[in-house]
Nanobody
Framework: VQLQAYGGGLVQTGGSLRLSCAAS????????MGWYRQAPGKQRELVAT???????DYADSVKGRFTISRDNAKNTVYLQMNSLEPEDTAVYYC?????????WGRGTQVTVSS
């Protein structure tokens, strides 16, 4: 099982980016999918999660600005990030509870310039 993330980049304050992450391989079930991020010198933190049925959860710092969604048919999770701030600069990692176990994708860099 592999998770491949796309969509990082450089954006100005107030801008938007959309991340996507597709799971591939021998997949029988995907329960929760989500995004974490890690800024330089900081611990990895949860950004948002979404269950198979679409129940979402967000870090307080991104509520109202980020939206997580998923396409179960495509085994893909998305993160729409609006009103980006320099504090959102980090490497973003997708994560999934797949076939009963946790899997991580390689990170994608998001940089927000002031």
């Amino acid at each position: 099982v592999q998770l491949q993330a796309y969509g990082g980049g450089l954006v100005q304050t107030g801008g938007s980016l959309r991340l996507s992450c597709a799971a591939s391989g021998s997949i029988f079930s995907i329960n929760v999918m989500g995004w974490y991020r890690q800024a330089p010198g900081k611990q990895r933190e949860l950004v948002a999660t979404i269950t198979h049925r679409g129940t979402t959860d967000y870090a307080d710092s991104v509520k109202g600005r980020f939206t997580i969604s998923r396409d179960n048919a495509k085994n893909t999770v998305y993160l729409q990030m609006n009103s980006l701030e320099p504090e959102d600069t980090a490497v973003y990692y997708c994560w999934g509870l797949i076939n009963g176990g946790p899997y991580w994708g390689r990170g994608t860099q998001v940089t927000v310039s002031s």
